[in-house]
């Protein structure tokens, strides 16, 4: 695996790390969103995390970060809401890995998976989101 394996679009999903077990999957979804990454050689990242891509605007964070190869690519990644939008105070860290890819799969995608952290308060009033929170991502890599 080599770091520009890392570029193209993904559908991302995050979950809260609950221990116990659950009845409603849902109760486990922190976000899922479009993850759209493009990789320079150098390892260097960019790219968005949409939350809306219509024709009467775009809602995302703009993604920056790094990708290094070793017996499995790694990235760290940085996302913060676009200035002058409601999600402008939005910052978040990721770290993560390619998955291995199992030489004798049916079927299987492409997909990175790792850990999130909300690294700045957003929000207000009832709305506030704490800095702080964890949860634990994959995102599959769609055709195209």
Do not use: C
């Amino acid at each position: 695996m080599d770091t520009a394996d890392l570029a193209g679009t993904y559908t991302y999903r995050s979950f809260l790390d609950l221990p116990d077990p659950v009845d409603d999957f849902n109760r486990l979804r922190f976000a899922q969103l479009e993850l759209r990454l493009s990789v320079e050689p150098g390892g260097a990242i960019s790219g968005a995390l949409v939350f809306s891509d219509t024709p009467d605007g775009f809602l995302g964070m703009d993604i920056t970060g790094k990708a290094t190869n070793g017996s499995l690519v790694h990235f760290t990644l940085t996302g913060r809401g676009q200035p002058d939008t409601p999600i402008s105070d939005f910052h978040y860290e990721y770290d993560g890995v390619l998955l291995p890819h199992w030489p004798t799969g049916v079927d299987q995608r492409q997909t990175l998976a790792g850990t999130l952290l909300r690294a700045a308060n957003h929000g207000s009033g009832p709305d506030l989101a704490l800095a702080g929170q964890t949860a634990s991502f994959l995102a599959v890599k769609r055709d195209g």
